[in-house]
């Protein structure tokens, strides 16, 4: 399903601005679709910088949100906070001052303005969004975690033990010995 594209801007008056020329634009709380395998816990917001460069536009951006993840200790979803730094090039695929299309030459992989000199942030913010690293990972600061034995989460079960001889590393393989040689 194609997705709504949400962070885009008309750069026609900064293409006809002389080098060095830059625009700054405010995210207000803003939804982006993201990855199937990927949910926002939280609306992206901050600021994007767009500069005239004597062949492109260069968009910098500085954004924040936060996506769901799981504390790595007990598996818990949680909301973890996480800002992203962007910097792109993006080539015009139309002369400004001509209307004629331009040659993508050697740089077919580079990121294009539209034919009606669009800038289009989605992808390369959906991008940053899904390589960054969560500040926080666990549920709290004291997270129990889960029982390694049986996989109870000793957060909500503080008094969960297991007999000696089960916790006993050494006891424990004794006795898969001795369930292994009764079943043969
Ligand atoms: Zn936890
Ligand atoms: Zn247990």
């Not at 954004?63 to 973890?80: D, F, M």
């Not at 004629?100 to 034919?115: F, H, M, T, V």
């Not at 006993?168 to 043969?184: I, M, S």
């Amino acid at each position: 399903m194609a997705k709504a594209i949400v962070l885009s801007y008309n750069v026609a008056t900064l293409l006809r601005a002389a080098p060095g020329t830059e625009r700054r634009y405010t995210v207000e709380p803003t939804e982006l679709a993201m990855y199937d395998d990927l949910r926002l816990a939280a609306p992206i917001a901050g600021e994007v910088r767009l500069a005239r460069t004597t062949r492109s536009i260069l968009a910098r951006a500085s954004l924040s949100t936060a996506i769901e993840v799981s504390c790595s200790r007990c598996l818990t979803p949680i909301v973890a906070p996480i800002s992203v730094e962007i910097e792109e090039e993006a080539l015009p695929t139309i002369d400004i001052d001509t209307g004629q299309p331009l040659d993508p030459g050697d740089e077919p992989d580079a990121l294009r303005l539209d034919a009606h000199h669009e800038l289009d942030l989605d992808e390369p913010i959906r991008e940053a969004i899904s390589l960054a690293e969560p500040i926080a990972l666990l549920c709290r600061p004291d997270c129990r975690g889960l029982c390694p034995v049986c996989g109870v989460d000793l957060n909500s079960n503080t008094d969960h033990a297991h007999a000696e001889e089960v916790l006993d590393p050494r006891l424990a393989a004794l006795a898969e010995w001795r369930d292994t040689n009764k079943t043969n």
